[in-house]
């Protein structure tokens, strides 16, 4: 924790200074003219080109991305990551059309391209902005062989609500914590020089608010006071923005009525007015049409209408831009300032990736996938990320030379594809070190190891296989059970209502803890999960969200005492549902609940029923306080603080 928190105040004290680099200013200078000159020469279809992005998978090849690229009618496609193809759209645009405009070439590289780090929230729990930025470094290093030249990260929507699917991509519920990574994660894709090989351009997404949705239903409305929009909600984006950030994605989410994707208080005022963003902004995806289905617009032309006048540059996916600018223009809805201020922000990016320059990709001169360095990486993550929930009579450490064998047990011991958790498109799952063969690898020959599955998935409500995981506990010394969500279980459009362990994972616990044997939960998942149910039935929890490809090799390390565990929680667990939205910085209200002032609704006395106990904060039913708080973390060392003091009386902080 020492170390962890020292790292963490170095990279406050890092993200007061300003980011603007030289090399950022000479850009400028360099670049502004360029843009300027293509402006005039550009007619108005190449300029509504680059604003329309187009998903490569629906059409490559022959001829609707070719002819699109040749006549300019395409600036961005997303979704190619082959880099023959990439070459090849390359140098139809570059060399076929009238203006040789070079293309962007988005992907999500969310935590990793082909070695996965752990989740995004994951990642938050090492409190450790140089772990992130080195875990964004190898992405971009490894998404830049395959000629993607801008990833959609980082995603930095603050959300106090675990039921959301996209918590998992999350650096989670505190705006502080989630700035400096936001920084550190900026640095990591784009470097100090962003034409360099192997950097690319990031974007910061959802702008704004799209962690609030209400219910933690994806996509659903968000209504935030101005206030909690900019202490909570904006504060990542803003950091990022200072950080060099080229782009920013809006949300699905409507925000305040407005949806995000038109919102021009977000896009003109705050981002360009305030924060003075000199990048551009794309829709999320077929966003600027959704405007119509949200019911701010009645069709695609409102819909394209809308959007730029709000400041939206770039549009994903779809066509309303394409099909309906250029008659906005010549209608005199929209000025041509308007379009050619849209398209000197895309065309800025694209300068400073030194596209014009360079626009071809020869992997060759950059460090092949999933090398040393890149798995080395991915395992100080998951080492760094996974958190020890509870340690009853220090069941962890495990010795190999005090046990004879081990009962590994459950869906989620050895299952590659899953423990790369959520936004893995291009991870492969045949680099990943499961559990099992991180534990197996760990004690060789010297342990017996009785692995049972006991569920097909993490789902499952078969409860068939749990009497031979029975017989492997009572033949064992001790049961190590991987449990938790399988990866489809998080991420987008993946929202749960309740969040316990799902299927009959809760009876399998409740099954082999009644063997009295030693019961270690390592749990991988997407969210923080009510864990109130199985708690008290197992000795040991690590909390190992999604670890990546290098998961089991770090697990094994923790559970035998190679590593102490370190990570802290991002994120408040809640005792159960019915307490979300819960975080820790919360308000004091006039209220405020204390050990003293609350009841538990089964000690209420039903021959005197009070009309009134304590009259403060609290549940009836599961009083004020989480189950595991926020910054929550144990480790195998004992701390012992003592004498604490202050040497001021007010302590300021510099929050950018
Ligand atoms: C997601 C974005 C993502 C985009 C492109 C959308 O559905 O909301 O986060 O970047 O798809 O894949």
């Known amino acids: 924790m020492a170390h962890a928190i020292a790292t963490f105040i170095g990279a406050m004290l890092m993200t007061t200074m300003s980011m603007t680099t030289a090399t950022q200013l000479n850009d400028v200078e360099r670049n502004e003219p360029r843009i300027a000159n293509l402006l005039e020469q550009m007619t108005l279809v190449e300029k509504v080109g680059q604003m329309s992005q187009a998903n490569a998978s629906d059409g490559y090849p022959p001829d609707y991305l070719g002819n699109g690229l040749r006549a300019g009618r395409i600036g961005s496609v997303l979704n190619v990551v082959d880099v023959d193809v990439v070459n090849e759209l390359q140098r139809i645009a570059v060399e076929e059309s009238r203006l040789g405009i070079p293309l962007l070439v988005g992907r999500d590289v969310i935590h990793g391209f082909k070695t996965i780090m752990p989740i995004p929230l994951g990642q938050a729990a090492a409190w450790n902005p140089d772990l992130v930025r080195e875990g964004a470094r190898v992405a971009a290093l490894e998404a830049a062989t395959a000629g993607v030249n801008w990833t959609f990260a980082p995603m930095i929507d603050i959300t106090r609500d ?127 049409q959704q405007l119509a289905i949200h019911g701010l617009t009645e069709n695609d032309r409102d819909s394209a209408y809308e959007a730029v006048t709000a400041g939206l540059d770039m549009e994903m996916a779809g066509d309303a831009y394409s099909n309906h600018l250029i008659g906005l223009v010549e209608e005199d809805r929209i000025s041509i300032e308007t379009i050619d201020a849209a398209v000197a922000n895309i065309l800025r990016v694209k300068f400073r990736l030194g596209l014009f320059e360079n626009p071809y990709t020869d992997s060759a001169e950059l460090p092949p996938t999933g090398s040393d360095t890149a798995l080395q990486a991915a395992k100080k993550a998951a080492l760094q990320s996974v958190v020890l929930l509870k340690n009853d ?54 342990v017996e190891i009785r692995y049972v599955r006991a569920m097909e998935n993490s789902r499952s409500w078969s409860t068939e296989a749990f009497d031979e995981a029975i017989a492997a506990t009572r033949a064992s010394d001790l049961a ?85 565990p370190s990570g802290k929680l991002p994120v408040t667990f809640p005792r159960m549902v019915g307490q979300i939205p819960i975080y820790y910085n919360h308000k004091n209200t006039g209220k405020p609940p204390s050990p003293d002032t609350i009841v538990h609704i089964d000690d209420i006395d039903t021959h005197a029923p009070q009309t009134s106990f304590g009259m403060t904060a609290f549940h009836l039913d599961a009083g004020y306080t989480p189950l595991f708080a926020f910054g929550h973390g144990l480790s195998y060392a004992e701390f012992d603080y003592q004498n604490i003091k202050a040497d001021a009386r007010e302590i300021g902080l510099a929050i950018r």
């Open 162 to 288: 675990p039921r959301w699917g996209r918590v998992a991509e999350s650096p989670g519920e505190d705006p502080y914590l989630a700035s400096v990574l936001a920084a550190a994660m900026v640095e990591g894709f784009q470097g100090d020089d962003l034409s360099a090989r192997g950097t690319i351009a990031a974007c910061a997404k959802h702008f704004a608010g799209y962690g609030a949705v209400e219910s933690g239903r994806d996509y659903a409305t968000t209504n935030i006071p101005e206030n909690e929009l900019r202490n909570v909600h904006l504060r990542p984006f803003k950091t990022a923005v200072d950080a060099g950030i080229t782009t920013l994605m809006t949300s699905f989410s409507d925000l305040n009525g407005v949806p995000a994707t038109g919102n021009e208080f977000l896009l003109r005022e705050v981002l360009r007015e305030e924060w003075g963003f000199g990048g551009f902004v794309v829709s999320d995806y077929n966003s600027v």
């Open 393 to 446: 009579h220090r069941a962890l450490p495990l010795s190999a030379e005090r046990l004879s064998s081990i009962a590994v047990i459950g869906p989620l011991a050895d299952a590659p594809y899953e423990q790369m958790g959520t936004w893995t498109f291009d991870g492969d799952p045949g680099m990943s070190v499961t559990g099992l063969q991180g534990i197996r690898d760990f004690v060789g020959h010297d």
């Open 480 to 564: 190590v059970l991987f449990l938790g969500e399988e990866s489809i279980l998080s991420g987008e459009a993946h929202s749960r209502a309740d969040i316990n362990l799902p299927g009959a994972q809760a009876k399998l616990v409740r099954r082999i803890r009644e063997i009295g044997k030693p019961v270690i939960a390592v749990i991988m998942a997407g969210r923080p999960l009510t864990l109130t149910n199985i708690v008290d039935e197992v000795d040991a929890i690590l909390f190992a969200w999604h670890p990546g490809t290098m998961g089991g090799p770090a697990i094994a390390d923790l559970l035998f005492g190679i590593e102490s």
